[in-house]
């Protein structure tokens, strides 16, 4: 006899991140009664933590902007790009459903978004974009409609965020780094709104301008509140209930207790990877073997995988990760994602050789990949170093290295990795480095960015390495030599942003097992699915496009919008 169940609901979505959170819209925009659990005290998973950039091929906001997209070049571009275990299916669901999820997204939540020329990472492939206009960004959001509920939301990553607690948006990231004019009245307005926002600024941290990735989840949460939409925190799954071939509840812990909840519609796990469960990473990802440095939240540890594996469900590529450089600071509990400061014209990445083994500016996906096969191979890429001298010190940051402040004066524990020289030998020892190796590899970068060249790695000649480099250092925005002491190193590991190997799906985000039998009643959509590109990374924002665009599609599935 099967036990009763402690609550009935249409559909029950596990995790708070951004697909998560735009399925349960969907669903409740559609009269479905929708419940969402996160096993977490906070809300908005790593999509809180990130950039908040989504790719979106042919949408609307692009054409209004003047970039007319072709579907096909683009389903093109994605499916040379993915692994060819990749159903072909998922990747033509991804483009053709994208668009109009942005459609749906803009005119049913406060969250609105500005296509970017931001150039797709392969932008010279067939199918590739080097205009850009398929990023597409949030602009900043008030986070104080949300009331309570914005002090339980996940603060933006470290490196998403000016001195660890000040929300900015991309342009003034652009502003900021370049000091273009207005800069420093912008920053102090900024800043004032944050530090007179009283008497909440009594009591929290938080800054309630909310952008990138605040913004995004942070407006799906306002959607979620006016339709009168559940979300329960610190609620865990504990397994799925399968009744036969479907999937009809699952059993999650609250206040301690077990708790049964069935769902008529379906369940979609949305909860994430296995970022930080370290033995999940050995037995299945060991090119990406540190949880440490992942830039994943704490809380994505694999539990919903480990739950479908139980119940029959199929898994693909749980060796892949979305690979890139990051720095880490002591005391923190993740990776800080490295984007802009190896574009910048005056540095150079080096292993433990002190020899340069890569271009510095390709894209974090490329690079953190080529430094994680490195250690692998040769075990002298983690930590690989960011080697820089004064002028770069003075005119740009380097991680959490911010300029324009005096080294004495940075945070303690940035004090603890930043390294110093005189000149290049000097450095080297500090760092425990051959000196002559590392001098003759500074004079052999030197001697080509001196004419803005890269015979070594072509650096600074593809459209995505352009799209960081400085435009005011010429003739190669990437490219200056490192010639003016002191010099500095800053070690640098490879990373991720998280794992992107999951559960098999199909193109209605459907669970599947190792047959390519739907499992009904059950749906999995970003990090907690095999991504649609494989192990690849296209663009900025193939992480949360697809999370979005597949919870869309897994809402309307459920609710009979798809039939």
């Known amino acids: ?3 009763a169940w402690d609550k009935e609901v249409d559909i029950l979505v596990v995790g708070s991140g951004a697909g998560g959170m735009l399925c349960a819209l969907v669903g409740a925009e559609a009269r479905a009664d929708v419940l969402i659990v996160e096993k977490d005290r906070l809300w908005g998973g790593t999509s809180a933590t990130s950039g908040g950039g989504i790719w979106i091929p042919g949408s609307d906001v692009a054409r209004q902007a003047g970039f007319e997209d072709n579907l096909d070049d683009a ?17 033509r669901a991804y483009v053709d459903n994208a668009g109009p999820m942005l459609n749906w997204l803009m005119a049913h939540t406060p969250v609105q978004y500005m296509a970017f020329p931001y150039p797709d990472y392969h932008a010279e492939n067939p199918g590739g974009s080097t205009k850009g206009f398929r990023t597409h960004l949030p602009l900043p959001l008030d986070g104080k409609p949300l009331g309570g509920d914005i002090r339980t939301q996940r603060f933006p990553s470290p490196a998403a965020s000016l001195f660890g607690y000040l929300n900015w948006h991309f342009d003034e990231t652009y502003a900021l780094l370049y000091r273009s004019k207005g800069w420093l009245t912008m920053l102090a307005k900024n800043m004032a709104k944050y530090w007179f926002d009283w008497p909440f600024r009594f009591t929290s941290r938080k800054d309630r301008r909310l952008t990138l990735g605040n913004a995004l989840t942070g407006g799906l949460r306002l959607a979620l509140n006016q339709r009168n939409v559940p979300l329960w925190l610190e609620t865990p799954l504990t397994e799925l209930v399968r009744d036969g071939d479907r999937v009809t509840g699952a059993i999650v812990t609250r206040n301690g207790k077990p708790f049964r909840i069935h769902a008529r519609k379906g369940v979609v796990l949305a909860a994430g990877g296995f970022d930080k469960n370290q033995a999940m990473r050995d037995a299945n990802a060991p090119l990406y073997p540190n949880a440490l440095y992942s830039g994943g939240v704490t809380s994505n540890t694999g539990d919903t995988i480990r739950a479908g594996a139980a119940i029959g469900a199929g898994a693909l590529n749980l060796q892949s990760a979305w690979a890139a450089p990051v720095f880490h600071v002591p005391g923190e509990d993740r990776g800080r994602l490295s984007t802009i400061e190896r574009a910048l014209p005056g540095c150079i990445m080096v292993n433990g050789k002190g020899e340069r083994y890569l271009n510095e500016a390709a894209s974090y996906h490329i690079v953190g990949q080529q430094m994680a096969r490195r250690q692998k191979e040769h075990g002298d890429a983690s930590p ?22 005096p080294d004495w004066a940075q945070p303690g524990a940035v004090k603890q990795i930043l390294k110093r020289g005189r000149c290049i030998e000097e450095l080297a ?6 000196p002559t190796a590392l001098s003759a590899t500074v004079t052999s970068f030197n001697t080509g960015a001196a004419k803005g060249e890269d015979p070594a790695f072509h650096r600074g000649e593809a459209a995505y390495d352009k799209m960081y480099g400085d435009p005011r250092n010429a003739p190669n925005p990437c490219l200056r030599p490192i010639d003016q002491g002191p010099f500095y190193a800053m070690p640098i590991y490879p990373g991720d942003i998280g794992t992107n190997g999951g559960l098999l799906t199909n193109a209605r985000a459907q669970v599947v097992d ?23 990374y296209p663009g900025a924002g193939v992480t949360l496009g697809p999370a979005l665009t597949f919870g869309y599609i897994a809402a309307r599935t459920m609710t009979g919008s798809n039939a």
């Open 1 to 3: 006899m099967t036990k």
């Open 75 to 91: 389903f093109a571009y994605l499916r040379a790009l993915s692994a060819d275990n990749v159903p072909s299916g998922n990747i």
């Open 384 to 405: 690989s170093w960011m080697i820089f001298d004064h002028r770069y010190r003075q005119l740009y940051a380097m991680g959490p290295l911010y300029p324009l402040i």
């Open 429 to 434: 020892k500090d760092i425990g480095m051959d």
């Open 514 to 536: 190792d047959n390519g039998t739907a499992i009904a009643g059950l749906f999995a959509v970003g990090n907690n699915a095999a991504s649609a590109m494989g192990e690849s």
